[in-house]
């Protein structure tokens, strides 16, 4: 019988989006425990892009080995075409999202017409959204919900040696979060007012509309002011964007307050300590599991993808170099089929 191909997006070398190749690949297989996966969708994601860079910014000792070439992506929804003989609960023709065996694998091959998935990784689709939102979910949303409900894993973060622990979020919690308008941030938005916070969201001008409809109560543009100079007494920072200027919103915090940087920067643990407060952080990692709560979340009303643009995946270069730009709200999808 002869190899079944798909259309996929491979990279061969490592740079910037004109490395990403639209090429005919043989069908994947699955193995055991996995199911073969028609994929409608595919959500964009910053280690899409970090991975397709090679990943320049991040020490040798924490860099994957990646085997070339590769096809780029880890969240999908589609379809179940197959599963291998060992898997229950999914069976052929069922509609999925799932994040793929991150961080195990840094990219797993989504970018493409069909993909392997560990059963464990997917959930059933939502029944309201569309296969470009519902792929939307997948790491952004375990990201935000990993940081503010719950890590659901034991395993600790490459950045640091403390386990992250969210902090209980309620009525009398002030939640700031910072990148709001982003991918992790829309959701983490309205997580945190799922949990009835108080939500200060920070972003440029441009999304004060849309993040006061996802149920932010104060806006701030960083355009024009700077919110570690006007905000005091908060409860919890959760900074969508951190990196090195993350340690800026320490002053915002109260005594017993925490700072949660998404991409992890440089703290003094003596100053941690002098101000009284937690900085903290994890690593996303796959949850079937934890993906239906959200899907459960966005079914009910309570929560809602937000699509900045959509591409064909032909298109992924294009995608790319959109997602180069920055001010991005809400997410960037590869539409499929």
Do not use: C
């Amino acid at each position: 019988m002869p190899t079944q191909t798909m259309r996929a997006i491979r990279l061969h070398e490592f740079g910037g989006p004109e490395v990403l190749r639209h090429e005919e690949v043989a069908v994947p297989e699955p193995a055991p425990g996995e199911v073969l996966v028609r994929v409608h969708a595919v959500g964009l994601n910053p280690p899409d892009w970090y991975v397709r860079e090679g990943m320049p910014g991040i020490p040798p000792e924490f860099r994957p080995p990646f085997d070339l070439p590769l096809i780029p992506g880890t969240d999908i929804s589609g379809v179940v075409e197959a599963t291998a003989a060992d898997v229950h609960g999914f069976t052929a023709g069922d509609e999925v999202v799932g994040l793929l065996r991150f961080p195990v694998v840094m990219q797993s091959g989504a970018y493409a017409e069909y993909v392997t998935a560990p059963a464990a990784d997917l959930a059933h689709k939502p029944t309201t959204a569309d296969h470009a939102h519902a792929a939307g979910l997948p790491m952004s949303g375990l990201t935000a919900w990993q940081y503010l409900i719950e890590v659901g894993h034991d395993h600790p973060s490459p950045f640091q040696e403390d386990r992250h622990r969210p902090a209980a979020l309620n009525s009398n919690t002030t939640v700031l979060v910072n990148g709001a308008a982003g991918g992790v941030g829309h959701l983490a938005v309205q997580l945190a007012k799922w949990k009835g916070a108080h939500v200060i969201a920070v972003a440029s001008g441009t999304h004060e509309t849309f993040l006061r409809e996802l149920g932010a109560d104060e806006f701030i543009d960083y355009t024009k002011e700077r919110p570690e100079d006007t905000v005091r007494d908060i409860d919890l920072v959760l900074d969508a964007v951190g990196g090195p200027t993350s340690r800026r919103f320490l002053p915002t915090l109260r005594r017993g307050g925490a700072l949660y940087p998404v991409y992890f920067g440089e703290f003094d643990e003596e100053e941690n300590a002098r101000l009284g407060v937690t900085v903290t952080g994890t690593q996303v990692r796959a949850n079937g599991a934890q993906l239906a709560e959200l899907g459960r979340l966005l079914d009910a009303g309570t929560v809602r993808v937000a699509i900045d643009s959509t591409f064909a995946l032909a298109d992924a270069q294009a995608a790319h170099e959109r997602a180069a730009q920055g001010h991005i709200r809400g997410k960037i999808v590869l539409t499929v089929a």
